[in-house]
């Protein structure tokens, strides 16, 4: 439970995830990327030059601010069945947004991909497809978007996506 004293103790933030790397105590899910690509020798994930590393910041940034703001409502009202979200009219409000937001993922994949950022996989892909996994796993209606659906795919194909990318689903 993240409310007890030796989970506070880890991360007094009171969230998860949190990584234990031999005592290295890394909070903040996109934190944990940037730090597991660092500290595992993986700058093909996210490079250092700074127009490539901007071009994928953003979107991990943009994914821990705006799009995460917008699936809050539907996704803890429809799927944690949180009580602190029960208004309907709320509900649909955030699926709109949560909608409009992958919309835009989708015109982004529309104009190169086959990934996010170009031809190569990247972190930004690995924290957008699961923003994208958990549209899915959310019943809200969702606009048929042909970009978005071919990347979820080819994420899926990945060893890691199968074997992670559930979003602690079945
Ligand atoms: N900004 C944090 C947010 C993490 C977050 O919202 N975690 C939720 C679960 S998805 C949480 O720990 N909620 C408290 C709980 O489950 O007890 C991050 O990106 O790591």
Known sequence: ?????????????GMIPVVDDN?????????????????????DLLPREPAPRADIEAWMDWQASDF????????LGLV????????????????????AAVGLIDAALGKGGPFLCGTSFTAADIVIRLSIHRSRST?????DLRNVARYYDLLCERPGFQKYGRDGGP
Not at 25 to 41: A, K
Not at 68 to 75: K, P, Q, S, V
Not at 139 to 143: A, G
Request: aromatic share 8%; hydrophobic share 35%.
């Open 80 to 99: 944690r069945k949180n009580p602190d979200h029960p208004d309907p009219k709320a509900i649909e409000k955030s699926a709109t947004a949560f909608n």
């Open 139 to 143: 019943p809200i209606d969702r606009p």
């Open 1 to 13: 439970m993240t409310s007890d004293p030796a989970f506070r103790a880890l991360n007094p933030f």
């Open 23 to 43: 005592g290295i105590i890394v909070r903040e899910s996109n934190t944990i990327v940037r730090y597991l690509i660092d500290s595992r020798g993986r700058g």
């Open 68 to 75: 995460n703001n917008t699936w809050r409502g539907a996704f």
